[in-house]
T-cell receptor, first 113, second 110 residues
Framework: GAVVSQHPSRVICKSGTSVKIECRSL??????MFWYRQFPKQSLMLMAT?????????EQGVEKDKFLINHASLTLSTLTVTSAHPEDSSFYIC?????????FGSGTRLTVV | SQQGEEDPQALSIQEGENATMNCSYK?????LQWYRQNSGRGLVHLIL?????REKHSGRLRVTLDTSKKSSSLLITASRAADTASYFC??????????FGQGTRLTINP
């Protein structure tokens, strides 16, 4: 079946630094990928839709300059959390549509100290 | 934005019993999907039911959809300890994006 690989699985960074998270579709091409954020014991909140070769579409309330998304190829989308702060600590998950269903990466636990 | 609500928020049952989770949504949908998430992990697609379907089965899973009430239910029969996880419903809106419910944390006690 379709596999989406997400790296890193965990990252700890200092406040003020930037962190890049990668999401790769391993055996299919994904023109569109989705980035979600999940706080502990809460649901997934869609942050943005990543479109290959064009600008990402951000959900209301999500700062595009804070969360930079690049989708330069049909198999890779990246999310960069810029100038990270402790409140950015969260679980970030990407997904891609495959047929009628969606395949999710294994998530990235970001801790900003 | 969140599409709807799931209930219960948490459910604890004995192994072997059946678990039922409910999901409500607010807008018109193309389909409704159920996902499982083990703690700290990604989501696993369980089952999809289209808006013109009323019931669907997959192994020990049974999903119903009532579009008039804008609700769905997920039944897991003969539960196992390995079923312990959080379960989310998600609706696909016209923009081809998933909107998730709040989730149900299911605990199966041995």
């Amino acid at each position: 079946g379709a596999v989406v690989s997400q790296h890193p699985s965990r990252v700890i960074c200092k406040s003020g630094t930037s962190v890049k998270i990668e999401c790769r579709s391993l055996d299919f091409q994904a023109t569109t990928m989705f980035w979600y954020r999940q706080f502990p014991k809460q649901s997934l909140m869609l942050m943005a839709t990543s479109n290959e070769g064009s600008k990402a579409t951000y959900e209301q309330g999500v700062e595009k300059d804070k969360f930079l998304i690049n989708h330069a190829s049909l198999t890779l989308s990246t999310l960069t959390v810029t100038s990270a702060h402790p409140e950015d600590s969260s679980f970030y998950i990407c997904s891609a549509r495959q047929g009628e269903g969606y395949t999710f990466g294994s998530g990235t636990r970001l801790t900003v100290v | 934005s969140q599409q709807g609500e799931e209930d219960p928020q948490a459910l604890s049952i004995q192994e072997g019993e059946n678990a039922t989770m409910n999901c409500s949504y607010k807008t018109s949908i193309n389909n409704l999907q159920w996902y499982r998430q083990n703690s700290g992990r990604g989501l696993v697609h369980l089952i999809l039911i289209r808006s013109n379907e009323r019931e669907k089965h997959s192994g020990r899973l049974r999903v119903t959809l009532d579009t008039s009430k804008k609700s769905s239910s997920l039944l897991i029969t003969a539960s196992r300890a390995a079923d312990t996880a959080s379960y989310f419903c998600a609706t696909e809106e016209g923009a081809q994006k998933l909107v998730f419910g709040q989730g149900t944390r299911l605990t199966i006690n041995p």
